[in-house]
């Protein structure tokens, strides 16, 4: 037997096993819905006290340096300033390349700045020496749960390990309630 597909006889056709017929594929997509779990859709995995939990609000493993660590509401407000700050030309820096050449450069103590790190990096070892240049240099720094929702704040499509937001532009009063904030946090503990 010899299969037709890109002309090798030892390949099968991509169809083989498929049915183009429309009435046939209606009827499984039919008793796909019709199904209890949701069309084959995976469950979510119960917690501990049976509720299933949403996909959504499952946890995030955080890395143990993260701390200190943004609350919720501190978290929406450093990305909500960081989206301002996209916007500016020199508002940010995103990476620890650019982040930490910033800071040794004494670019931070020119005008103010603040660090968010994402606190699920992996390997840790690739942010674990940017707090210790924040605290030498004067630098408020904050972790937030999610690499890509820093990503998505700074304006870029692929996750970000961390960004320096500098105040240069018209988000001012953002900006400083953020940083009252972060060292409010960061000398409580």
């Given at each position: 037997q010899q299969?037709?597909?890109?002309?090798?006889?030892?390949?099968?056709s991509c169809t083989m096993g498929k049915s183009k017929d429309p009435e046939k594929v209606k009827e499984k997509k039919a008793k796909l819905k019709d199904k209890p779990d949701g069309g084959g859709k995976p469950k979510d995995i119960p917690d501990g006290d049976g509720h299933e939990e949403e996909p959504s609000k499952k946890i995030r493993l955080v890395s143990p340096i993260a701390h200190p660590l943004a609350s919720k509401k501190l978290a929406k407000k450093a990305l909500k300033t960081i989206k301002k700050a996209a916007d500016v030309k020199g508002g940010?820096?995103?990476g620890v390349k650019e982040v930490v050449k910033a800071i040794k450069k004494h670019e931070a103590g020119r005008e103010p700045s603040l660090c968010i790190i994402a606190g699920d990096i992996s390997p840790i070892d690739v942010i674990s020496h940017v707090p210790i240049?924040?605290?030498?240099?004067?630098?408020p720094y904050v972790y937030v749960p999610s690499k890509e929702e820093l990503g998505l704040a700074s304006q870029t499509?692929?996750?970000?390990?961390?960004?320096?937001?500098?105040?240069?532009?018209d988000y001012k009063e953002a900006f400083d309630e953020l940083k009252a904030e972060m060292s409010a946090i960061q000398f409580k503990n």
């Open positions: 299969y037709p597909a890109f002309g090798y006889p030892w390949l099968p940010i820096r995103r240049f924040c605290e030498e240099k004067g630098v499509k692929r996750p970000t390990s961390i960004v320096l937001v500098s105040c240069v532009g």
